[in-house]
């Protein structure tokens, strides 16, 4: 296995930026979401950058606040296998729900695009919070937090069987004989559970990284619990070092409990860089997007947030009452995403349109305004606090926050010794430095 870098760095691909206002921005281009092009060039400057990998979210549901902000994306899966085709080495990573799909569909679509990208494929596994998304699978409403979590352990280790059901060594292509594939190295994998009875194998022989690297991103108690036990990379949303650190610890522990190797999950908080080549002029541009938003936008990604609660009844220059949040322990949408917005309410005591502000550009991850120098110091101090194994990087504009990203702050995590200078392996699990997992069915043989 090629030696790993010491952080790792993940692009979060998301229409014109992630600041909501980004496609009011000064040169934003909101008509090419929908264009591949526009992909490819953000693929290419990640692939410049080393980035160990891309990744596209999927909600499932048109945002409630379409009038306002860009939302045209194309559907993952679809355009990493277009990116897989113009690109060499970046990892590239699709958001899929185990909550409206069957197992057998997805193992076959990520097993074609490990195949197509040449060991390159990754999964982020999300139960799917939008509450709109349920309507557009038949359901009058969304199934409860924990029912989703069961349903997605479940669903992890029927794909997880289907990728091992090949053995690596199945085809042997025998002309003398005309013997294509030994049987006896392909497996059914009669699984019969709670939620689904699949019989396998799957119809793709195992693809070149064995099983497409499992990434998660759902940091309450249940999807930590998941996380331990699935994810060899977590996305997750920190704002606080300490925070990060506590949660840092309390998966890889959890992990560790279950006898998994900690160093084998990658942590990467989410973080929004926003670039100056002075403090001041990285506040100001901060500033402008910022002027840019507009409240009713942020009041429904909050309500959102909080399963629907109306935020508006609030006057927008007063502090919201603490006592006026809904618990996130009750919330059956993303419940640590809630309690992220509720711990900056109590720490920081914003007015209401303070924090619609303080949202609008990550959506309560990090967002760090800063010189380059700045914000290559946060990575560093955040790994080596270990909070972090390296960071899932939300430029607030597309494509100059990320090319700014690329050409301002990798240099000075390369000159510091912490980032490759290039590529060591070809496959994700080789920037990631995760093992290669050997099929199950050829273990137990
Ligand atoms: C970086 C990041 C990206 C995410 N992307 C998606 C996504 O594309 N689709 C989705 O339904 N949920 C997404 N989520 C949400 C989580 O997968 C999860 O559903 C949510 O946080 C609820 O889980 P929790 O209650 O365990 O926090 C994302 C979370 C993070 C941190």
Redesign the pocket.
């Known amino acids: 296995m090629s030696h790993p870098s010491p952080i790792h760095l993940n692009v979060?691909v998301h229409t014109t930026g992630h600041h909501e206002a980004s496609w009011l921005y000064p040169g934003s281009e909101p008509e090419r979401t929908t264009d591949v092009g526009f992909y490819r060039e953000l693929a290419a400057i990640a692939e410049r950058g080393k980035f160990d990998s891309l990744f596209l979210?999927?909600?499932l549901a048109v945002g409630r606040s379409v009038k306002h902000v860009a939302q045209g994306k194309l559907e993952p899966l679809t355009l990493l296998a277009a990116l897989a085709g113009a690109t060499e080495r970046i990892g590239l990573i699709a958001?899929a729900?185990t909550t409206y799909s069957e197992p057998y569909n997805l193992a076959r679509q990520f097993a074609s695009l490990d195949h197509i990208s040449g060991g390159r494929a990754g999964w982020?596994i999300?139960?799917?919070?939008?509450a709109e998304a349920a309507g557009n699978f038949g359901l009058a409403q969304r199934n409860s937090?924990a029912d989703r979590y069961r349903r997605a352990t479940e669903y992890v280790e029927v794909v997880r069987k289907l990728w091992d059901s090949w053995e690596d060594d199945a085809r042997i292509y025998d002309r003398t004989r005309g013997v294509y594939a030994d049987p006896g190295r392909i497996h059914a994998i009669d699984h019969g559970g709670e939620e689904f009875r699949v019989r396998g194998p799957l119809d793709i022989p195992r693809s070149p990284q064995g099983n497409p690297v499992l990434v998660q991103?759902?940091?309450?108690d249940?999807?930590r619990g998941f996380a331990a036990r699935n994810a060899e990379a977590i996305?997750?949303?920190q704002q606080e070092l300490g925070e990060a650190q506590a949660f840092y610890a309390d998966v890889k522990g959890r992990a560790g409990a279950l006898g998994r190797d900690p160093s084998g999950i990658k942590i990467l908080p989410?973080l929004s860089p926003i670039l100056g080549s002075t403090e001041a002029e990285a506040q100001a541009l901060e500033d402008q997007l910022n002027d840019l938003t507009l409240p009713e936008v942020g009041l429904k990604h909050l309500s959102q947030r909080f399963d629907g609660f109306d935020f508006s009844v609030f006057p927008l220059d007063a502090r919201i009452p603490i006592e006026a949040f809904p618990s996130p322990k009750t919330v059956q949408?993303?419940?640590?995403?809630s309690q992220i917005i509720l711990n900056v309410v109590e720490r920081e005591r914003p007015t209401l349109r303070q924090l619609l502000r303080r949202l609008a550009g990550g959506r309560g991850h990090k967002v760090l305004a800063g010189t380059p120098d700045r914000i290559a110091d946060h990575i560093q101090h955040w790994t080596e606090s270990r909070a972090a194994d390296g960071f899932?990087i939300m430029p607030a504009t597309f494509p100059g926050g990320l090319a700014a990203f690329v050409d301002e702050v990798v240099p000075i995590l390369q000159r510091r010794g912490l980032f490759r200078t290039d590529y060591a392996g070809r496959t994700l699990r080789d920037h990631y430095g995760l093992n290669w997992p050997q099929s199950r069915y050829a273990r137990s043989a």
């Open positions: 979060f979210a999927d909600q958001t729900s982020n999300v139960t799917s919070w939008s937090h991103a759902g940091s309450s249940e999807g996305f997750t949303a989410g949408g993303a419940q640590s995403r899932n």
